[in-house]
């Protein structure tokens, strides 16, 4: 038996152990969106899966009901304004990303591997057919993201999630787990609007080179 295929079976039984573990957790996340907002408690996206295909990805609601749709946050000119209270300190923690859980179920998602990509973030899916790294289940957590997240510019992230494709075993996923936990606990890596210091900064250096 093949790791992916393992890998499967590891994610179907963490998952259903999370589920049920943190369900009063859910349970109170869910109680404190509908009390500070109208709309729903889960939000549902349009996401890329494995080899391409779409899926709707799980979220707790952070946002108003009025926020512009398939707009990723960091292209919003003012993403503060949409972000409700509970919803900033959920992305902070990274607890509005729990409800994957019932992806991971489904067979959509992986506990770790790249992050789906919304369906029109094109030239993500571009740069990442480069590596293949569109050919495996999309996670909940990876690679690219305990080595930057929201500050990495599209070609690198495309890079590391290539580099755990090549590297994918299940102490490579151990890694990432553990550095996932160490990142929600600094925070490193989330950014409201823009595209992030380490994008900036590498903007930066290639003006100055001209």
């Not at 509908?34 to 494995?50: A, C, D, N, T, Y």
């Not at 923690?93 to 067979?107: A, H, R």
């Not at 571009?126 to 990876?142: D, F, I, M, S």
Request: charged fraction near 25%; glycine fraction near 8%.
């Amino acid at each position: 038996m093949t790791y992916i295929e393992q890998k499967r079976k590891i994610d179907f039984m963490l998952a259903l152990i999370g589920l049920i573990v943190l369900s009063p957790l859910f349970i109170g996340i869910m109680i404190a969106i509908k009390l500070e907002s109208k709309g729903p408690v889960f939000f549902k996206q349009k996401r890329v899966g494995i080899r391409q295909s779409h899926f709707n990805i799980l979220k707790f609601r952070t946002m108003r009901i009025d926020t512009p749709k398939d707009t990723p946050t960091h292209l919003l000119a003012d993403p503060d304004q949409y972000i409700t209270k509970i919803g900033k300190f959920l992305r902070k923690t990274s607890l509005d990303e729990l409800p994957q859980i019932i992806n991971i179920l489904k067979g959509e998602m992986a506990i770790i591997g790249p992050r789906p990509a919304l369906w029109n973030q094109y030239d993500l899916i571009e740069e990442r057919e480069k590596y293949q790294a569109n050919n495996v289940l999309p996670g909940l957590t990876g690679w690219a993201q305990i080595n930057g997240r929201d500050e990495l510019p599209i070609e690198y992230k495309a890079q590391l999630d290539g580099e755990y494709i090549k590297r994918m075993t299940f102490w490579m996923d151990v890694q990432c787990f553990i550095g996932t936990i160490f990142s929600v606990l600094k925070g490193h890596g989330v950014v409201e609007g823009g595209t992030g210091m380490m994008s900036k900064e590498i903007a930066s250096t290639k003006e100055n080179e001209k």
